[in-house]
């Protein structure tokens, strides 16, 4: 089956990660793969990562900038099925212009990562055969606009187990053996708060404490290292690179908290999943389906407690290291690209 997909792609974007996951499952289980995605002085996201497979063509712009599109792409190559990922950041009206040729080649599916309804006329000019969502929150949401029967739930992938060996991860990244290492990667450092920060330094005290924080940010503020080890790493990791750091850690860190009840999730908890190393979580609509596979906090000493039993590896731990491991097979990508497969035969 000859698949075209629109979106983000070796960027570092929750959307990313999905067309990524997703698509490459494609081309392993045999179906040819064209991308069209950004460009790269206009993309959607912090920073390009990995280097571009040849089925991968950049020939349009975000929406919010230069709103450029070269239609030639999407004219000239064939395919069967036409998936778009994010709709709201491309030029939408754009595509509009070419989308009766794009419906002729084949069907047309749009993934929607919207958290709330558009505001955006634009958003629903598009005669989509099909509309894809992650859980019932986003399908409830959708349903306001569009028939039920147009839209299908296929959950946001994973992937796959793969724990690792820590000790192997530490000596290749010559990280000390002996440290409780705490990994916190992204923008998630900027969503620590004094209780947090005041545990990390009581800790510090009572382990011999690593945080390692991985960020592409020019400066890392309010992190004091008078009164934590703290290391700062700018940089922008490949996929591969981040695992290897989360084989070393004994627990990563999210502690963003809830997005005014819209319906969202995190695609880097999805990601890192399959790691092995636990993450200490803030509850927030962010772990709705995901609560069991963290350890998650509501308070400072909640927050104590989880870093403690990630360090020591109790039960709870355990408990969640086993979610873990039981959902990011059941969401392992190469599963997710088959459901979209099984949908794409029934259009």
Known sequence: MKIGMMGAWNETCGVSIHAELVGRGWVEQGHPLRVFSFIENDYHGRSLVGEDEDYVTRCFGTSKLTNFLDPTPFLENEYEIFVAQDIGMVPMDKLQKI???????????HVVHDNELSEDASFYQHDWDALVCFDMRFKKMLSRVYPEEMIHMIPFPCTGWDPGDKGEARRQLSLPLDAKIILIFGQKWRHLQEEEIQVLSELNDEYKLLVIIISESQRVTALDPSRCNYRFKKEVLERHELYKYLHASDTWLFPKRSANNHAVLSSTLHFALGSGCVATARESNFLYGMQDTVLHYANQ?????????AFEQGDEWRKAREAAKRCSEERESGRIARMFIELFQTL
């Open 99 to 109: 989308f009766h040729i794009i419906k002729r080649k084949g069907k047309t599916i």
């Open 301 to 309: 000493e909640e927050f104590r407690r989880c870093l403690v039993e």
